[in-house]
């Protein structure tokens, strides 16, 4: 794998991290997002280096996580766009610790002042008031119930949803209201909430696909 110092002559301006794997971690740099109107370009002049034994997370000094509770104004995401099999989505968090180096939701932590590099794998928000808003917005008058897709943005199944389990708060509103849901992910966790599902999918109100 090319380095840092292997490029040292042509060197990317772009570089804020070492090129170099981190253990659970999909991104290796962390990019100035695309609306940040300052670049900062990390150079090794070989005065100090950071600690690079791993932790007790197994990670790098400074790549843990870090999950910031949230209270959002909205929950509900509608698009109008012919290329999606839905029109209504709901995300209970932003940044994703899976942390996939392809997924197409990164340049969204830009809007948050962060990179869609490392930032979006170890900088999370939590949208703790989710379940509340989603029983308001579906006993508003003008409600019109459409399939929900939940997670389509970043994973609703990743590892802080153990503890902080708005996702299942989400799908026990649905599966008391009785409204359609569909999910996507890729977390063993799902199976956790199989009660929920398992008895929304016999009335088909529920489908999920594990990637």
């Known amino acids: 794998m090319e380095t840092y110092e292997d490029n040292i002559e042509n060197p990317d301006p772009w570089i804020v991290a070492p090129r170099k794997a981190i253990k659970g971690r999909g991104a290796i740099t962390n990019l100035a997002g695309r609306y940040e109107t300052q670049k900062i370009e990390v150079i090794d002049d070989g005065w100090s280096r950071d600690s690079e034994e791993p932790t007790q997370d197994g990670n ?15 929950i509900l995401s509608r698009n109008q766009s012919p290329d999606l099999p839905f029109s209504l989505s709901l995300n209970p968090y932003r940044g994703c610790e899976h942390g996939c180096i392809y997924c197409f939701a990164r340049p969204t932590h830009s809007y948050l002042g962060l990179s869609p590099g490392l930032d979006f794998e170890t900088r999370l928000f939590a949208k703790m008031n989710a379940p509340d808003l989603l029983r308001q917005e579906l006993a508003a008058p003008s409600y019109i119930p459409s399939p929900l897709a939940l997670g389509v943005n970043t994973d609703a199944y990743q590892p802080c949803e153990r503890k902080l389990q708005l996702t299942r708060q989400i799908l026990q509103v649905l599966h ?9 992910t890729k977390s063993s966790l799902i199976e956790r909430d199989m009660d929920l599902l398992v008895d929304m999918a016999r009335e088909h109100l529920a489908m999920a696909a594990i990637l």
Do not use: D, M
């Open 60 to 74: 790098p000094q400074g790549f843990h996580t870090y999950v910031t509770h949230e209270t959002a104004k909205t």
């Open 176 to 184: 008391e209201c009785r409204h359609p849901v569909g999910l996507i």
